[in-house]
């Protein structure tokens, strides 16, 4: 039973087009979501993180929407571009859990 | 450099044999994370230690995985008689927080192949 999933594997936009990748989650005791970016060879790296108090957190070209009764969130990359191309992870947990549960994640190509 | 330190980067190893993979994690980090990532596949939680003891140890897949990390620092995880299915990229993570809402930061994974 996945409790996280990314529903596209891939994804490919243009340089300055807006990316947006999504997210579903099963479990409602989830109240803590995390976007992590990962490149070839390297581990996953911290991108962007929400509380589920709130609905929408912005970090410059990153923006993350949460949409609890859906149970459903998203990453908004404004303008895209070809840095951006990584695979992108979607994480939940929730307080006291200590640990975060992936999606199998979605992999961005931006193209020049 | 000041990450959380990975070795060895690949291991190649038989059937049968026993591994060790060791995990050097940032420096005042109380929380050290094991995770495992097949193929296509996002990471997967196997253990999560806070301090020396592990707090959470409900994804190690059977009782030929184990961990430790004796003073609270760097930790190993050890797998006894690997099998093919073993193989993936064992990536470990640190993190600041005493409860699972920080982020987690990541070293570079150690890539495990049984052949």
């Known amino acids: 039973d996945q409790q996280v999933k990314q529903n596209s594997p891939s994804l490919s936009v243009q340089e300055g087009r807006i990316s947006i990748l999504n997210c579903d989650y099963t479990n409602s005791m989830f109240d803590y979501f995390l976007w992590y970016k990962k490149y070839p060879a390297e581990g996953p790296t911290f991108l962007i993180s929400?509380?589920?108090?709130?609905d929408k957190n912005e970090d410059g070209r990153f923006t993350v929407f949460l949409n609890k009764s859906a149970k459903h969130l998203s990453l908004h990359i404004v303008p895209s571009q070809p840095g951006d191309s990584a695979v992108y992870f979607c994480a939940a947990s929730y307080t006291n859990a200590g640990k975060s549960t992936f999606g199998d994640g979605t992999t961005l190509t931006v193209k020049p | 450099g000041a990450g959380v330190s990975q070795t060895p980067s690949n291991k190649v190893t038989e059937k049968g044999k026993y591994v060790e993979l060791r995990c050097d994690p940032i420096?005042?980090?109380?929380?050290l994370y094991w995770y495992r990532q097949s193929l296509g596949q996002g990471p997967e939680f196997l253990i999560y230690?806070?301090?020396?003891?592990?707090?959470?140890d409900s994804g190690l897949p059977n009782d030929r995985f184990f961990a430790v990390r004796p003073e609270g620092s760097v930790s190993t995880l050890k797998i006894q008689r690997t099998e093919r299915g073993d193989s993936a990229v064992y990536l470990c993570a640190s993190s600041f927080l005493e409860v699972g809402t920080g982020e987690l930061f990541f070293g570079e994974g150690s890539r495990l192949t049984v052949l």
């Open positions: 420096s005042g980090h109380t929380a």
């Open positions: 929400i509380s589920s108090i709130k």
């Open positions: 230690f806070q301090g020396t003891g592990a707090a959470d």
